[in-house]
DNA sequence: GTCTATATCTTGATAGAC
DNA sequence: GTCTATCAAGATATAGAC
């Protein structure tokens, strides 16, 4: 490269953050060590400080907002291919609990465990996961709102569709069944249908 | 007392659960220290390990199985004044709301953050989160079940209520907001009604 | 920019005087 | 049964050789 930049400085940051990433879905923020997601990442210990000077609060920063435009495009992805709001949503949920099979009941949701455990404790990263959520409701209202869900109730269906998806994660990682998020599918469409104008 | 035991013994060991329980619910089960909890508890470091040999992990336990079942009598409390459970769910959850300002955005479920703190990484608090939850649902599938819906719909419906209670907590206190809980109330009464067989 | 060694602090846990 | 001192291991973060 004519300026002298590698690549390689780049993939080994990404490599941290996916490690980080991983290691945050599993483990919680607090239950996750720099050395460890070090060793994860296959990268020397200092070169997360050379990358993230902030340390682990700006690493746990990056991590949210990354995964979090990565799961907005999810969304996208996931009902597009629907004309009917209430079927993609109920499919939305019957899908989410073979991805929570595959993951083993690792968290499907990569900020749902850091998002509570910030909550109350750090500022920062507290705006970083409501910041994500916002985007995820926004972006699931406007489909809903392009579905005919009318005014402000397409926003607040997304965000009880959310909600109850991550409160579903939280009871199928418990039980470790993916039974919760199953009943939670015919929930959702009841939800939805609830809000359009003919239910 | 004749067999010479006093009283305080047992008022020590309940102010460090209490201690354990308010401290887990703000900052999680990680990112609690055992030293924190005995100077929350006004008690001696040592008196920890007196009471809790098993160290952490038997606190972490007791603490969820304790404020699992005070949280167990609340689901009647709540929903006995109620002939309606539609309506009896749709208060619960502003009801629910209010309780989330009172404690300025803290927690109001004694055990999520733990839950999915745990889920991956100890198996006997898992085991222990699980069997709350199940505790839970079962209680409020009964109250559906008499309230009129039939079957294992009863059930499935409290698992999903409580799902989308434990989600909407979630966004909340990410966004500092009672919004997402009060959009919930009304979702999780469409939930209840669409169980409902004149729903 | 990479990588190692280390400083400093805090963690969970234990020993032992009282 | 109360309380203190301390341990070894872990954490985050930094300094500095290469």
């Not at 990442?41 to 997360?48: D, E, H, L, T």
């Not at 949503?89 to 968290?107: E, G, N, S, V, Y």
Request: glycine share 10%; charged share 20%; net charge negative.
């Amino acid at each position: 490269m004519s300026d002298g930049q590698t690549g390689s400085t780049h993939e080994t940051r990404q490599r941290i953050v996916r490690a980080g990433t991983e290691l945050f879905r599993r483990s919680g923020y607090t239950g996750t060590g720099m050395k460890q997601i070090a060793e994860a990442a296959g990268a020397p210990f200092g070169s997360i400080y050379h990358f993230f000077p902030g340390g682990k609060a700006q690493l746990g920063e990056e991590v949210i907002r990354t995964s979090g435009a990565v799961y907005l495009g999810l969304v996208a992805t996931l009902m597009a291919p629907y004309e009917d709001p209430v079927a993609a949503t109920a499919d939305a949920f019957t899908a989410a609990a073979d991805t929570l099979l595959k993951l083993d009941f690792a968290d499907p949701c990569p900020i749902a465990t850091v998002a509570l455990e910030v909550a109350s404790t750090n500022e920062a990263l507290r705006q970083a996961t409501s910041e994500v959520f916002d985007s995820w409701i926004e972006r699931l209202g406007a489909y809903y709102a392009a579905g005919g869900i009318p005014g402000p109730a397409a926003r607040e269906t997304a965000a009880s569709v959310i909600a109850l998806l991550e409160g579903a994660f939280m009871l199928a990682r418990a039980a470790r069944s993916t039974a919760p998020v199953l009943s939670a599918s015919g929930a959702a469409a009841a939800i939805v249908r609830a809000a359009l104008p003919e239910g």
